[in-house]
């Protein structure tokens, strides 16, 4: 199997003091001792004295010993990612009118520990007292910024197709694009389970788990809690490929977080229930529909009528240029305001509009991207009736 520069180089950390200390030991491949010199790991006469035992003894192989630290490292992955970004956001009702300039900073290591069981930590920049950023703001006269514990989760496959995690971990249900429920920056924690099995010709998937949002005394009735469950399946059809799914999102009483408050909700109880669907399709150039409606079942207070939220869009590749457009419209009460996407009008519920998306990807692991919103949010909030647009410019690398 061709071996990757990650690969690699993890093998040429384990390899480079034994190396160094017997250069003869054993032949390598160029491409390690190409990185070892590259790193200073060896010096140029080491280099060269390896090369020519590479070339004298072809048949030379690695200790036991040190396959199994080899194989070892071959479980530990490295990957991160960086965002810059540009922001200019205006309104006419006095919601965070700026241009700013902003970063957002992840590198996580991810481990397989057995051959069932999965481990992974990722530290990231950014506020730790939201949950839906991940940017920090270039405005504190080149202060040390903060960083904090963006994932933190042990994912078991305890049987074939049931995984078992807990800690804290990226959403585990199916969903499509657009944030509308959960913000993309959103990682939960509590407990999760998610079976996925053939049926037919399709892949149904299921989920449940339990998430804790605020553990309020020793008795965990009194927790503040969120309980989950979805089904989905995703399928093929005449040469269209198709997800569709059901979720419901139940909150424990006295989930009135003043954070969703501040963005609009007024009601105290929220079960949302929810169906997506996505199709994609090849009309010259690959298309992709997908919709989504939300309802809570549970909303109350005086605008407890201001229960639903929907979404239409479509999105295509052309190339290395990606495009998107959604239209959504989204009442008072229709979704959690602390944890639906948080640059749509500012977060706000009781708003509406567009998201215009265009990107390029220049290689790889490194692209440029721009997105428009275009809203406008209704009388009910504390901000009242207006226009809120931003425009964001992205240059993204992943390594």
Do not use: C
Request: glycine letters at 10%.
């Amino acid at each position: 199997m061709k071996q990757t520069k990650l690969s690699a180089a993890i093998k040429a950390t384990l390899l480079g003091t034994s190396m160094a200390l017997a250069p003869a030991a054993f032949a390598v491949d160029k491409e390690l001792l190409d990185i070892l010199k590259a790193n200073g790991a060896i010096t140029e006469d080491q280099y060269t004295e390896l090369s020519m035992s590479n070339m004298m003894n072809k048949q030379s192989k690695p200790s036991d010993a040190m396959l199994k630290k080899m194989a070892w490292a071959g479980k530990i992955k490295v990957k991160g990612d960086l965002r810059v970004r540009n922001e200019n956001r205006s309104s006419s009702n006095g919601v965070s009118t700026k241009g700013r300039q902003r970063y957002r900073a992840r590198i996580g290591v991810y481990a397989d520990v057995t051959d069932n069981v999965k481990a992974g930590i990722r530290i990231s920049s950014g506020k730790n007292d939201t949950a839906t950023s991940t940017n920090e703001t270039m405005d504190d006269y080149f202060e040390k910024d903060d960083v904090g514990i963006d994932l933190a989760y042990i994912n078991w496959t305890a049987l074939s197709g049931l995984e078992l995690m807990g800690g804290k971990f990226k959403q585990p249900w199916q969903q499509v694009s657009g944030g509308m429920v959960w913000d993309g920056d959103l990682n939960p924690e509590g407990v999760a389970a998610r079976y996925t099995t053939q049926l037919g010709g399709a892949k149904v998937i299921t989920s449940a788990g339990v998430f804790s949002l605020d553990d309020n005394g020793s008795s965990s009735s009194e927790d503040e809690t969120i309980n989950f469950a979805q089904l989905a399946t995703q399928f093929k059809v005449a040469g269209a490929k198709s997800k569709f799914g059901v979720s419901v999102f139940d909150f424990s009483e006295g989930d009135n977080n003043p954070l969703a408050t501040a963005k609009g909700n007024d009601a105290t109880q929220f079960q949302l229930i929810e169906l997506f669907g996505e199709t994609s399709v090849d009309l010259g150039l690959p298309v992709k529909l997908y919709g989504h409606y939300v309802k809570n079942n549970d909303a109350d207070g005086v605008n407890s009528g201001e229960d639903t939220a929907w979404l239409l869009g479509v999105g295509t590749k052309m190339g290395k240029w990606k495009a998107s457009y959604d239209y959504r419209e989204v009442e008072l009460n229709s979704v959690f305001a602390a944890f639906n996407d948080s640059d749509f009008a500012d977060g706000y519920t009781d708003s509406e509009g567009s998201r215009w998306k265009l990107s390029y990807e220049i290689n790889k692991n490194f692209s440029v991207g721009t997105t428009y919103l275009d809203t406008e949010m209704g009388t009910l909030t504390s901000k009242g009736e207006g226009d809120v647009d931003t425009w964001q410019i992205d240059l993204k690398a992943k390594f």
